[in-house]
């Protein structure tokens, strides 16, 4: 009897941008916003061979006490096109964009996503993500009037009719008349663009909301989540994957990819050193104490980040900071972090950057691929999205030294197969339903 095969990995690439995983005093650090730092990172992941390469969303600056936040200042340009530029000096690795169901018309946006599909030759990938913040509604000609409950009900009306219109060109490319009338859209009219290449862009989902959970379940080729531990992401896992039986889907039509980061070194060892070192830079003193107040909801800059916690007890209400969402309840994150405080000992600064740590694996080339291939093996993940913390060379080193051991252990593509995005998740592309 012959050992099974093991289970492959998919592997993405997410722009770092704006965010706190970003280290911007390394001297290696470049532009946010030049376009020849979204063409080096997207061309590195694709000599690794990487299924896509992923660009998050920003609407709105965010404010902290009234004033930007640091860490936007330099703004994020408008996805779509971005990727549209980089389908001219990429070939096979696929293009995502995650872009709003709130602040957009479904007609506009399928017929923007399905030009990138036929620009690209078929690699245009859509993380549909929702929102009801009326601070970034204030942007948009109906700002703040989407209440919370209804997000993923227009979500799922927005991506089906999305469907609705790719649809509507029939294989052999005539055009065939679109009437939805729904409770958020109502179309009627003639899509302007053929059915594209994978003959729907790959649809990506972030919620991890028993709501956007379900409307993964239902409607979404990858789930992009952030669960931290194997036992967690075991959980995840399971709970979002037993859902698609109920909407007449099989395991394998939901890849469930975490957005994870990582550090190297020539032994173990020197990567942990490394990866303190980094930590310590994602999270200066100024930002431990706005880490805080974004729990606390309240003015700290009075207390020393290498002091303890407040004794006071975090302000449910207060909207301290606007454009950014709470993680939680903040009785409960500030409960947690004072367990973890007392336990270890931990300052200010010291708790949150043990508590905000996103997943990181850590570790010689050859101990992190072995880790990887752990998680896909668990069932802890189909895959990762990979999030640097340069821009835009921190993936160079993975792709170097990393992705050659996972060809050896045989859990990653020696070469592209398949030219659409499609094919490299080894998903079908979809019945057309005219």
Do not use: C
């Not at 409770?183 to 989902?205: K, L």
Request: hydrophobic residues 40%.
């Amino acid at each position: 009897m012959t050992a099974a095969a093991p289970k492959g990995m998919h592997l993405a690439a997410h722009f770092p941008g704006v965010n706190n995983t970003t280290v911007w005093s390394d001297p290696r650090s470049r532009s946010q916003i030049e376009f020849s730092s979204f063409e080096h990172l997207a061309r590195t992941a694709e000599r690794g061979l990487f299924d896509f390469f992923f660009l998050a969303e920003g609407l709105r600056l965010r404010e902290h006490k009234g004033l930007i936040h640091d860490l936007d200042v330099v703004g994020r340009p408008e996805s779509l096109t971005v990727l549209s530029a980089l389908a001219a000096v990429t070939e096979r690795i696929g293009l995502a964009a995650t872009v709003n169901t709130t602040f957009n018309e479904p007609y506009e946006l399928a017929r923007r996503f399905a030009t990138l599909d036929h620009l690209s030759a078929g690699r245009a990938a859509w993380n549909a993500v929702t929102s009801s913040d009326a601070f970034t509604g204030e942007n948009f000609r109906r700002g703040g009037y989407l209440d919370r409950s209804e997000r993923y009900t227009r979500a799922a009306e927005f991506v089906a009719t999305a469907r609705e219109l790719w649809d509507s060109w029939t294989p052999e490319g005539a055009p065939r008349p679109v009437a939805h009338r729904g409770r958020h859209f109502t179309v009627e009219g003639e899509f302007t663009v053929p059915r594209s290449p994978q003959g729907h862009p790959v649809v990506i989902q972030a919620g991890d909301s028993p709501e956007g959970r379900d409307f993964a379940a239902s409607a979404a080729d990858i789930v992009f989540t952030r669960h931290g531990t194997l036992e967690a992401g075991r959980a995840f896992y399971a709970d979002v994957k037993g859902r698609l039986a109920a909407h007449g889907r099989e395991p394998d039509e939901l890849k469930v990819m975490p957005g994870v980061t990582f550090v190297l070194g020539d032994t173990d060892a020197e990567a942990e050193e490394r990866a303190v070192a980094i930590r310590r830079r994602q999270v200066s003193p100024q930002n431990a104490i706005a880490a805080l107040e974004q729990v606390w909801g309240r003015d700290l800059s009075g207390y020393d980040p290498d002091g303890p916690l407040p004794a006071s007890d975090p302000d449910p209400g207060a909207e301290l900071v606007r454009g950014r969402v709470r993680q939680g309840d903040p009785l409960a994150v500030a409960a947690r972090w004072r367990a973890l405080s007392r336990e270890k000992g931990l300052s200010i600064r010291q708790t949150v950057i043990e508590a905000t740590g996103r997943q990181s694996f850590i570790g010689s080339p050859a101990t992190v691929a072995a880790q990887l291939t752990e998680y896909v093996a668990a069932g802890a993940a189909d895959g990762f999205i990979l999030v640097p913390h340069l821009t835009p060379g921190g993936l160079d080193d993975f792709v170097d030294l990393v992705v050659p051991l996972l060809q050896e252990r045989g859990v990653f593509r020696r070469a592209y197969t398949g030219s659409t995005l499609r094919s490299h998740l080894g998903l079908a592309e979809p019945v057309w339903k005219g």
